[in-house]
């Protein structure tokens, strides 16, 4: 069994910074390429930024890339998100997810197992 467990999301002001953090568990997590995505309500989930399971590989979305950053610790089995310089409509709940192998993929179709998801808000 695959468990994702996020964490670090909060309310913070535009302009600042925050980290989210995913714990896996369950498999081995270098097998698992791993991605972010969001969601607000009504409003599909769409995809944030995705990683290869050696961490060699990254993609993002156009929106946030320069911004933030994803990255894999794969000895404590941890994905992250730095996310700077956050914007209002950054505000939505994140995800992180896994597949069961290097797709690159941007659409929550190709991933495999989900975590429950944690806030993130951005005032003003």
């Known amino acids: 069994q695959v468990n994702l467990v996020e964490s670090g999301g909060g309310s913070v002001q535009a302009g600042d910074s925050l980290r989210l953090s995913c714990a896996f568990s369950g498999r081995p997590f270098s097998n698992y390429a791993m991605a972010w995505f969001r969601q607000t309500p009504g409003k599909e989930r769409r995809f944030v930024a995705t990683?290869?399971?050696?961490?060699?590989?990254?993609d993002y979305a156009d929106s946030v890339k320069g911004r933030f950053t994803i990255s894999r610790d794969n000895i404590k089995n941890t994905l992250f998100l730095q996310m700077n310089s956050l914007k209002l409509e950054d505000t939505a709940v994140y995800y992180c997810?896994?597949?069961?192998?290097?797709?690159?993929?941007?659409?929550?179709?190709?991933?495999?197992?989900w975590g429950q998801g944690t806030q993130v808000t951005v005032s003003s």
């Open positions: 990683i290869g399971r050696s961490g060699g590989y990254t």
């Open positions: 997810a896994a597949a069961t192998y290097n797709t690159g993929a941007v659409t929550p179709g190709n991933y495999d197992y």
